[in-house]
C-alpha cells in the first residue's frame, strides 16, 4: 500500500523542518511539499494533489480557513495545525478534518493524520472542549422577540431613552432587556452585543 502524502502549509521554516522531522520516520507517510502561505497551499493541493494537508491559520495573504475553502472537499483532506485553539469552529465549517494544537506530541500527530484521511474527525481535547462550549452557548443564549427587538434599535444608535419610546416600555425594562442580552450573547456592553448580534446573524 502506497504511504499517505503529506502537504505542509506553514509560514515559519522551523515549524516545517520540525513536522518533516517529526513524521518523516513514519514508514507510511510522506511529505510531498511545503507551502509558506495559503495561496500556495492551494496551489500546491491541486498540483501535488496529496493525501492531506497539515495546515497552519495564521499565515500571511492567504490565511488558512480561506485556503481550506479554496482546496474544497473534493480536494485533500486537512488537518489544522496550529497555536490558537481559537479558531476551531469556522476551520470545520470551511472542511478541516481534524484540529490539533503545535504542542501534540509527534506520535498523535502521525494518528491524527491517519484518522482524518480516514475521514474521521479528529479534535485536541482543549478544541473540543471550547467547541463544545460554543455549541451549547447558542442554546442557553437564544434571544426573546422582545430582546431582539431591543437589539436591533440599539444596533441602530437607538438611546436607551429612544428604545423605551419606540417599544412603548420604561427605561427600567430597557436596562433589564439589555443585561438579558448581555448574558445570553456572553458580552458585557452594548457594543459588543451588537457585534456578536451581527456574528450570529440575529442582526443583517
Known amino acids: 500500500m502506497p ?9 515559519h521554516p522551523i515549524v516545517r523542518d520540525g513536522l518533516r522531522a517529526a513524521l518523516g520516520g513514519e514508514p507510511d507517510l510522506e511529505i510531498v511539499g511545503e507551502a509558506a502561505d495559503g495561496e500556495e497551499a492551494v496551489r500546491l493541493a491541486r498540483h501535488l494533489a496529496p493525501d492531506v494537508v497539515l495546515m497552519d491559520l495564521r499565515m500571511p495573504g492567504l490565511d488558512g480557513v480561506s485556503a481550506i475553502r479554496r482546496i474544497g ?10 497555536t490558537f485553539d481559537t479558531d476551531v469552529l469556522p476551520a470545520l465549517e ?14 498523535e500527530l502521525a494518528r491524527a493524520v491517519r484518522a482524518v484521511h480516514r475521514g474521521e474527525t479528529v ?7 471550547r467547541l463544545a462550549d460554543h455549541l451549547r452557548r447558542p442554546a442557553r443564549g437564544k434571544l426573546s422577540p422582545r430582546e431582539l427587538e431591543v437589539l ?37 456592553d452594548r457594543a459588543a452585543a451588537v457585534g456578536e448580534g451581527y456574528r450570529r446573524g440575529l442582526l443583517s
Request: charged share 20%.
Open 123 to 129: 479534535l485536541a481535547p482543549a478544541v473540543a472542549g
Open 152 to 188: 436591533r434599535l440599539v444596533a441602530g444608535g437607538a438611546t436607551n431613552k429612544e428604545v423605551a419610546a419606540e417599544l412603548f416600555i420604561s427605561e427600567a425594562s430597557v436596562k433589564t432587556h439589555l443585561l438579558h442580552i448581555y448574558a445570553k450573547l456572553d458580552v458585557r
Open 3 to 11: 504511504p499517505l502524502r503529506l502537504l505542509i502549509a506553514d509560514d
Open 94 to 107: 470551511a472542511g478541516a478534518g481534524g484540529y490539533l494544537l503545535k504542542d501534540a506530541p509527534p506520535e
Open 73 to 82: 472537499g473534493t480536494g485533500p483532506k486537512v488537518l489544522v495545525l496550529t
